[in-house]
């Protein structure tokens, strides 16, 4: 009996783990992707100057992020992933901070150096102490946590405004792509246990090796090949064509070059809105499923890439605190070149950059700018050689309260269409985790109606005894 066919539409992290997943098995995958390069938001683009690969943006993983994990190991390339167990603060004072592991059990393993956060005083400490208690105690399943903001739970813990604004605040901007007062507490409850509180290891900081493209690109194009699939870029889907004799079923997609794909399955790993774009209102109206996805916000992000002519004095990953700047990360560090390498190339990451999105490049690099003198004071002697703005207006979804029941499962309502990515429900939050898990259900939506049921999500750290105790559940 033939294989059964498969066509993925996007070649992110979601379209890429159900096309792993499924080739393994031995369905005949075939990924359509616009762009030259695989990987999606989380992906690199070629840059017009010099050709090298240049991330979209910066985007770093976390030991706790177990699927993504499972998806670079099936890939091979999870040795591009160089984790840190030490993450460096520097705040708008100049003072450095970090917080690191420590021989004690979870959730104690961060402790000392906790203690020792030079830019938060007793009462921080304190109010932080006690609002990771709560954590823990939260029956992460109970829907009222999706019913106020994590600004709101701050002020029922007593958090200080410093706490705020040099602890909870930077972590949760920078996962959630959105700010305080448009978060959900429950997907603050989700990143604080699962990363900070229930494994040792769980926050443990990974910065890929190599550009995003080429950890995703090669990897992903030799895999399928070896299972027997493919992968088009530079492929544009200009329609998907159904029949709806009796229920609404996909019959195949029309590319921009007028060629018709056709597959047993069909797989959507598109953002909501460009899905939606390609269903026709005969499939839509009226369907919950899809109208659900008209009330999904998107919050925006930007990268900014600089060139200096000199070395400078910078960790590979510095958080930083009380500026427009979240992060700035060493991409010569980042990528293992010699120490002797003249100048530095820096990657800066701004989450939730609603106030930069409709101002001009060169204010935005102005911004920039003066926070990395401020924090590199050495970058003040060095010349700019040149530099790189990347803005994604719709890069994740807003992750409000009651965004989560508008995120539909990976099944939808035709019968061979399924849905894939980080928006949908994946119990994570729109990250490349919950990207990888997406395409995981889908695939396993796939297995399960071909009569092979199998789980193919990767388990959650296993939890030491004390964090056992511990914790609700």
Known sequence: MPSKSVLIIGGGVAGIAAAVALSERGFRVEIVEKRPLLGGRASSYLDPTTGERLDECQHG?????????????????????????????????????????????????????????????????????????????????????????????????????RAVQRFWGPILVSACNETNDRISYAHALKIFRDGFLLHPTAFHFGVPRVPLGSLYTEPTLVFLAKHGSCARLRTIVEEIDFTTEIAPRVAGIILRDGTRLEADYYISALQFDLLLKLLPASVTTNVPYW??????????LCGVHLWFDRMLDCPEALAVLDRETEWIFHKNLNFDQPKGTAGSYLSVVISASHRLAGLPKEEILATVLSDVHACLPDSRQATLLRSQIIRWPKATISPKPGA?????????PVSNLLVAGEWTQTGWPSTMEGAARSGYLAAEAILAAEGNPESLLAPDLPRPTLARLLASR
Not at 404 to 412: E, H, K, Y
Request: net charge positive; charged share 25%; with cysteine.
């Open 404 to 412: 989560d029941a508008l995120r539909p499962t990976q099944i939808s």
């Open 61 to 161: 993983t976390m030991r706790c992020c177990t699927n993504l994990t499972d998806l670079l190991t099936r890939l091979g390339v999870q040795d591009q992933i160089r984790y840190h167990d030490t993450l460096h603060f520097l705040d708008g004072g100049g003072v450095r901070s970090v917080i690191k592991g420590s021989g004690l059990p979870a959730p104690m393993h961060t402790a000392p150096s906790f203690l020792r956060f030079r830019s938060l005083n007793l009462k921080d400490k304190i109010g932080i102490a006690r609002g990771m208690m709560a954590m823990l105690r939260a029956r992460p399943d109970d829907p009222k946590h999706d019913t106020i903001t994590v600004a709101e739970w701050y002020r029922q813990t007593r958090q200080t405004e």
């Open 291 to 300: 109208q659900n996805l008209h009330g999904l916000e998107l919050s925006p």
